[in-house]
């Protein structure tokens, strides 16, 4: 949908990276990269210069805010998934500027706190 917009996916577990490789080749998806690494340290041409991160719940709220504040520019956003009932996260680098809530049949409704990176 969006061809010439940059996207980076960030995983930890090689075999896993491969396999988002694989997709990435077989559908010629030429604006996508993978990286195979930790997230909690972004590769030096990364730094700051992301204009969305998004993570599912993978880390506690303040490691969350410190990987994220690590790869977005000063413009940036944070989308963090949770569950509805979740609370929401706020740090000296974010600050929340909505909730958006959702629902897939025959699952529990779920959330993205959409949040704004404060320098």
């Known amino acids: 949908m969006r061809p010439h917009q940059p996207f980076v996916l960030v995983e930890s577990k090689q075999r896993k990276a491969s396999f988002l490789s694989e997709v990435r080749r077989t559908l010629g998806l030429h604006n996508v990269e993978v990286i195979a690494g930790r997230a909690e340290t972004p590769p030096s041409g990364y730094v700051h210069q992301a204009a969305v991160v998004i993570s599912r719940a993978v ?61």
């Open 59 to 119: 880390w506690s709220d303040e490691g969350l805010v410190a990987v994220a504040a690590a790869w977005v520019n000063e413009d940036g956003m944070l989308l963090r998934m949770k569950a509805q009932d979740s609370e929401v996260i706020e740090g000296r680098s974010f600050t929340l500027e909505r909730t958006v809530r959702y629902g897939i049949e025959g699952d529990r409704d779920r959330a993205v706190d959409v949040l704004r990176f404060q320098a």
